[in-house]
């Protein structure tokens, strides 16, 4: 067997090589030496960071869509994705600033677009006067610019102190979307497969960012994120189903 392995294709060879690594590739592919156990750890998380990256890239295409093809943002929470997608851009910068490896945070910088766009659309499809809905997309639109040029000359100091920022910023971007569920009994255009990606999607990133970053903030925003995706998981499970109409108030809490 080693025979086929040590004489793969180059662009094979090369693109194991760039993802795990000369060493581990030699011992784990070439060798099929499959008793190192730092390189199975290393490799692991290497494979688990590229697939959550790609898996980033679509991540919150579902609920994009579903909001478009329903034309209705009925029992999306507008503050959890003002909070959420400025607790991603933060930590988007944070990683970069840092060096760390891509593949520890790369999704981050597709998800947080799309949720960008999903926050306009729930702005947009709200069911509020047209003047007032133009003025908040207008609102919107400069505090998003506003808050990239920010985080473009934020100093280091300032940044770390935003990074763990987004420690109570995950948690209360999650609340106000929890609590709205739970007082309508129903997820409304929540999307499952969005919910059950980040939950798939953090419990890969404890493991990555453990093995790759051992950054303590990263660790424990990760681990917040988790806990509160399970409870959103858990009520997309106790109200399947449950399409009841939401007041008004409830798209823009």
């Known amino acids: 067997m080693t025979a086929?392995?040590?004489?793969?294709?180059w662009f094979i060879k090369d693109l194991g090589v760039s993802i795990i690594g000369q060493k581990c590739y030699t011992t784990l592919v070439?060798?099929?030496?499959?008793t190192d156990v730092p390189c199975l750890k290393y490799s692991l998380s290497k494979g688990l960071g590229v697939g959550i990256?790609?898996?980033?890239?679509?991540?919150?295409v579902p609920q994009v869509l579903l909001i478009l093809n329903g034309s209705s943002a009925r029992g999306l929470s507008l503050s959890s994705y003002v909070l959420e997608t400025l607790a991603y851009a933060i930590t988007l910068v944070y990683n970069i600033r840092n060096?760390?490896?891509?593949?520890?945070?790369?999704?981050?910088?597709?998800?947080?677009?799309?949720?960008a766009l999903i926050t306009?659309?729930?702005?947009?499809?709200?069911p509020l006067p047209q003047k007032t809905r133009?003025?908040?997309?207008?609102?919107?639109?400069?505090?998003?610019?506003a808050t990239i040029y920010a985080l473009s000359i934020i100093p280091g100091k300032a940044l770390s102190l935003a990074q763990l920022a987004t420690l109570p910023?995950?948690?209360?971007?999650?609340?106000?979307?929890?609590r709205q569920n739970a007082r309508a009994q129903s997820t409304g255009q929540l999307s499952a497969v969005a919910v059950l990606s980040q939950i798939l999607g953090c419990l890969a990133r404890v493991f990555t960012t453990a093995q790759e970053v051992g950054d303590p903030l990263v660790q424990a925003g990760f681990l917040l994120a988790l806990g509160l995706n399970v409870v959103l998981g858990a009520q997309m499970y106790m109200y399947w189903g449950d399409n009841a109409?939401?007041?008004?108030?409830?798209?823009?809490?």
């Open 30 to 34: 070439e060798n099929l030496n499959v």
């Open 120 to 126: 306009f659309l729930i702005i947009y499809y709200s």
């Open 4 to 9: 086929i392995t040590q004489n793969l294709p």
């Open 169 to 178: 910023l995950g948690l209360t971007s999650k609340l106000p979307q929890i």
């Open 245 to 253: 109409e939401l007041h008004e108030k409830d798209f823009t809490v």
């Open 134 to 145: 133009s003025q908040r997309l207008l609102i919107a639109t400069a505090a998003s610019l």
């Open 99 to 115: 060096a760390f490896p891509f593949s520890t945070y790369g999704e981050n910088l597709f998800i947080t677009p799309q949720n």
């Open 53 to 60: 990256v790609v898996g980033g890239s679509i991540m919150k």
